[in-house]
């Protein structure tokens, strides 16, 4: 059972989300087209005509996540489920968001974050060696295996 410090009124998913620089950052052109076959994986910025183009999208998105989603999630002690890696670009801006608003809850946050993931060689390709994914393996006993 998940023991929560709040009991949530309100259940946010935050999808997986596509088409953003950060999802494909880390991926080789090969793996862009497979993705993406259409002429897409050449451009720069991917779904996005221009660099202005993409950087207004993800301004609009971080101020969506502070002024609406964040407000919504402490008013409802919100469960939030979102992924756990930052290719997912609402869930890294929004994880972001809370990191920049954290001072602003006395104490501790008034709604949960689960952060999950299906993409564990992500992490694997993560080589910074205080990496939270580390501490949270040796943590726990069925990954330790």
Known sequence: ALELPNKPKLLIVLQSSSGFRQQWKGLRRQECQIWHPVGVAEREFFTFASG????????KLERFCSEVLIPLAVQTNALVVCDA???????????????????????DMPFSVVAIT????????????????????????????
């Open 52 to 59: 202005a183009e993409c950087r207004t999208a993800e301004m």
């Open 85 to 107: 890696v930052q290719q997912s670009h609402l869930s890294s801006t929004f994880l972001r968001m809370v990191r920049i608003q954290r001072a602003a809850f006395s104490g």
């Open 118 to 145: 299906d993409e564990i060689h992500t992490l694997y390709a993560n080589s910074r060696k205080r990496a939270h994914w580390r501490r949270l393996r040796q943590a726990s006993k069925a990954w330790i295996k």
